[in-house]
Nanobody, 115 residues
Framework: QVQLVESGGGLVQAGGSLRLSCAAS????????MGWYRQAPGKQRELVAI???????NYADSVKGRFTISRDNIKNTVYLQMNSLRPEDTAVYYC?????????WGQGTQVTFSS
């Protein structure tokens, strides 16, 4: 099993920034990829960013140039730096880890755009 605990969500204003963190524990050996997904009300969960073993990254088109995913292998933590936030970024953000084809999820952290 892999346990994932997210933190860092909250209220943000136009153009603001947040950094989400996801700490992994348990059977983290051989995790192939870690990423962030989000789900807005009434919408399906979507991939935001993913970092694959070897440090290859991939982003949703909607966040390219604004969000950056990174991974600290010593701390077993993955981060999502979110800059220039927009109202459409409001969602619950979920951390994901994939190990040998099996997906593990965190409990989610809310990011809400405040006008």
């Amino acid at each position: 099993q892999v346990q994932l605990v997210e933190s860092g969500g909250g209220l943000v204003q136009a153009g603001g920034s947040l950094r989400l963190s996801c700490a992994a524990s348990g059977s983290i050996f051989s995790i192939n990829a870690m990423g962030w997904y989000r789900q807005a009300p009434g919408k399906q969960r979507e991939l935001v960013a993913i970092i694959i073993t070897g440090r290859s990254t991939n982003y949703a088109d909607s966040v390219k140039g604004r969000f950056t995913i990174s991974r600290d292998n010593i701390k077993n933590t993955v981060y999502l730096q979110m800059n220039s936030l927009r109202p459409e970024d409001t969602a619950v953000y979920y951390c994901n880890a994939n190990r040998d084809g099996r997906n593990f999820w965190g409990q989610g952290t809310q990011v809400t755009f405040s006008s």
